[in-house]
């Protein structure tokens, strides 16, 4: 496609040329370019396009020689240029200063950089800053917490983790785990006890699927109590339920009257 005539950045193509290099076997189509510093420069079409290239070689040579000296970007204030500390390690030829930051720590930086408002500030504060992002989302978790609400990312791995050794589908977010646990208010969606993930008994909540035959879906998963999963085991949901229904039916038929209800609770420690 032929750009004579369309902008890019800084230049603007003017005609189309041959390669400047004859022994190349490139069949890229070169243009020659008038910059905005009003230039001619001559390069590949496709790179200009692409973005690449946005002005001529020695605008981008005169951007790196800006004087920064006085001048405030961010936190970041330059005090004088210094030497390149990566001199020999990297290839541009970027102009290096030394920066104050807000918070009184001077720090050395690639001046381009700071001015493209990458680095707006020292690394401790930006680190600071980065923290209280996090804080402000996760709460006091630390700055590793890679889990959810309560659920901690090891927690989830665990479950995934055991679901794919067994080869049963998972098809749940963290972020849809913790919000079903919510909307139990907290609670084992079968006995009604109370199940947490780091209480002073260990974490008791335990991920359930309803039906144990089927994959872990929003439609057939449950919190429940550790022990509760651990007796409901295979069986289905019904004849789970049906099963502590007898069990309690024939408790209370044959020592009711000897059952002493609310001891019972207050014992109720699983």
Not at 27 to 42: D, H, K, M, Q
Not at 106 to 124: F, H, M, N, S
Not at 161 to 183: C, H, M, Q
Request: hydrophobic fraction near 30%.
């Amino acid at each position: 496609m032929d750009i004579t005539g369309k902008t890019f950045g800084q230049l603007t193509a003017i005609r189309r040329v041959t390669n400047p290099n004859p022994e190349s076997k490139s069949t890229n189509s070169y243009y020659l370019f008038g910059c905005l510093c009003g230039r001619e420069y001559v390069a590949k079409g496709s790179d200009v396009k692409r973005g690449l290239i946005k002005r001529c070689h020695l605008c981008k040579a005169e951007d790196a020689c800006v004087d920064m000296v006085g001048k405030t970007f961010g936190d970041l204030t330059a005090i004088k240029r210094v030497p390149n500390p990566k001199a020999g390690k990297v290839k541009h030829n970027h102009a290096y200063y030394l920066f104050k930051c807000s918070c009184g720590v001077e720090y050395v930086a690639d001046g381009t950089t700071v001015r493209k408002g990458l680095i707006k500030q020292c690394p401790e504060c930006g680190l600071a800053s980065r923290v209280k992002q996090y804080k402000q989302r996760n709460g006091d978790k630390s700055v590793q917490w890679r889990g959810h609400g309560d659920i901690s990312g090891t927690f989830w791995s665990r479950i995934m983790y055991n679901s794919k050794k067994r080869g049963i589908p998972f098809d749940i977010t963290i972020e849809y785990a913790w919000g079903l646990y919510v909307r139990q208010g907290g609670k084992c969606a079968l006995s009604g006890v109370k199940i947490d993930f780091n209480g002073t008994d260990g974490c008791t909540a335990s991920l359930d699927r309803a039906d144990s035959l089927g994959s872990y879906s929003k439609d057939n998963v449950q919190w429940v109590h550790k022990h509760i999963n651990t007796m409901k085991n295979v069986f289905t949901q019904s004849y789970f339920i049906g099963l502590c229904m007898s069990v309690s039916d024939s408790v209370l038929e044959h020592c009711g009257p000897t059952i002493d209800k609310n001891q019972l609770k207050l014992e109720l420690t699983w």
